[in-house]
């Protein structure tokens, strides 16, 4: 029998409710076990995980069964009702025992290495905004370490790179990698990057960072997507802005898939719940002067903000969601200007596709300019919208860089 390392995901029960780590004390390959189901394969000698498909599983007894795709062999996982141990047999293969370790509950899930061996990201910051063509990460790993390996992937979570950091040597400290759209590693929109540290024991140590990559002079900020259909169901949504997404909550993947209530409330496929769908994406063009609109003093914002939304189509919760987040950057200084954008200049810049499709869509998109004094605009004539049936409503806004 080929040894292997697995990463298995079991569906979680009051007996198995957190992530488990176990290893064969001879061969130190390892087996790490977390909710799903899910299973990948990782060899000792090529760590990359390769998904293995599931034959059948049942967690009253603590099983899983496990094949590869081309292969006809089943093994058969059973981990012990104390979960110290976990035996790895197939009829006609050598049986393999992998015992429980215990290593930093608070490391990344995959991790395998014991407490004191770690890899971190020193810079830049988990989440951070990057505008400059080339970035340099740093960070610092545990003596003992053999190798780093580093994956990185676009927003829609696919690999754009993946291999060893030649630049590190064994025993090394702290290490440096770098990335840009010219080494093809980095892209518009969000990027994860995962560092994986491989330890003399065979041990392992992950950590991760995102960050969002700009070319842009600003962002489509926070738009928020609430779906109202009249009876609980399904429901998938994608969007696709021209400057692709940067962010977004829960993670977009190739879209979201939701279990959408009457009253708005939004449940993903793991089981958490959310008000909206939440997204962000960069702006490539330069602000353009505003020649239509509002000119608002700051003390009649709030209000003249409350009456144009009402006449849009917003209630009084979605209302109050765009206030918190907009009346104070729209209020900073004593004038703003206002021009909301016109529906089809949206659903150019951003189009929607919503399945089932609603009865009615509303989107609410503001473009301003916070003013020392006052100017001139043609005035703006807002088109009312009016809720029916099924009924999906987004609003966001657009800032710029200083």
Known sequence: MTRFVLTLALVATAAHAEDETYRDPASKETLFIAGGPNVSYASLKRSSLRPLKIVEHEDSARIIKVKFDKSPTVWTLTID???????????????????????????????????????????PDDEAGLYDPVTDFKGEVAADCDRIEVTSLNAA????????????TAGDLKFSYRASKALRNMSLGSNRFRFQATFKDGGVALAEVRVSFHEYEGEMAKPVIYLYPLTTRQ????????????????????????????????????????????????????????????????????????????????????????????????????????????????????????????????????????????????????????????????????????
């Open 81 to 123: 009702p104390e979960h110290t141990r976990v035996v790895c047999e197939s009829p006609g293969e050598p049986r393999q025992v992998f015992e429980r370790v215990k290593i930093d509950p608070t490391a990344l899930p995959g991790t395998t290495a014991s407490p004191g061996k770690f890899i971190k990201i020193t810079s």
């Open 157 to 168: 979570g696919e690999v754009q790179t993946k291999g060893k950091l030649k630049t590190f």
């Open 235 to 402: 429901v998938s949504v994608k969007v696709s802005p021209e400057g692709g997404l940067t962010r977004s909550d829960p993670a977009y993947g190739a879209g979201w898939n939701v279990t959408a209530t009457p009253k708005g409330s939004l449940v993903t496929r793991d089981g958490h719940a959310y008000p909206y769908l939440f997204w962000e994406s960069g702006l490539k063009e330069k602000p353009a002067p505003l020649t239509e609109g509002f000119v608002v003093a700051r003390a009649e914002v709030k209000a003249f903000l409350e009456s144009s939304l009402k006449k849009l189509g917003l209630n009084e919760r979605e209302t109050a969601d765009f206030m918190e987040f907009w009346l104070p950057r729209m209020t900073i200084k004593p004038w703003a200007a206002v021009r909301f954008i016109p529906r089809q200049e949206i659903d150019r810049a951003a189009p929607l596709e919503i399945k089932p499709a609603p009865d009615s869509v509303i989107r609410v998109l503001i473009d301003f300019r916070a003013l020392d004094a006052p100017v001139k605009l043609a005035p703006q004539v807002l088109v009312p919208a009016k809720r029916s049936g099924f009924t999906a409503v987004e609003w966001g806004g657009l800032l710029y860089r200083e």
